[in-house]
């Protein structure tokens, strides 16, 4: 993904990428934009809301975050109903069965919040206009901004 970022940004001259364990690296100036992809969910609870904080600490007044990430159903139908989706998707992809096995196990390193505890914790770190701009069953886009 990030060979992807840096060929579609090729020439721009503003944008750095850090490639690093986000949990523990140490932000040594502050951002405009925070992005994070299909990351943040494999942080348990007080790890994904001091994490949030530690964003909201590294970016510049009027800055975001955006997180894209999976979300824990806040029911146990609605994880069902989001486990199923997530099942039919994957199976009528073109993963072969060594690649669907490798899927599944993958999931077991899951930690998912739901998602209105993530828009707590980013409330409570201190961001502005909090929302999920999009959900898809458990896939969602998270934005916060620090206040200007």
């Known amino acids: 993904m990030v060979d992807v970022a840096r ?10 990428y850090i490639i690093d364990d ?11 934009l925070i992005v994070s992809s299909l ?6 609870g ?5 994490l949030y904080q530690k964003a909201f600490a590294s970016l510049k007044k009027g800055g975001c975050f955006i997180n894209a990430d999976q ?17 039919r998707k994957i199976l009528m992809g073109p993963l072969s069965e060594d690649e669907l096995v490798q899927a599944y196990e ?7 919040s739901t998602l209105n505890e993530q828009l707590d914790w980013l409330q409570k770190a201190g ?7 999009y959900k ?3 896939f969602v886009v998270l934005y916060a901004r620090k206040p200007a």
């Open 7 to 16: 060929q579609r940004f090729q020439g721009s001259s503003n944008i750095e």
């Open 22 to 32: 986000f949990a523990k690296y140490n932000f040594a100036r502050s951002f405009d």
């Open 39 to 44: 990351a943040i969910h494999h942080l348990n």
């Open 46 to 50: 007080p790890e994904k809301a001091a």
């Open 71 to 87: 979300v824990l159903g806040s029911t146990e139908y609605l994880e069902f109903l989001y486990k199923e989706d997530w099942k």
């Open 106 to 112: 993958r999931t077991k390193l899951d930690k998912m």
């Open 127 to 133: 961001f502005s206009d909090v929302d999920c701009v």
């Open 136 to 138: 898809n069953f458990n």
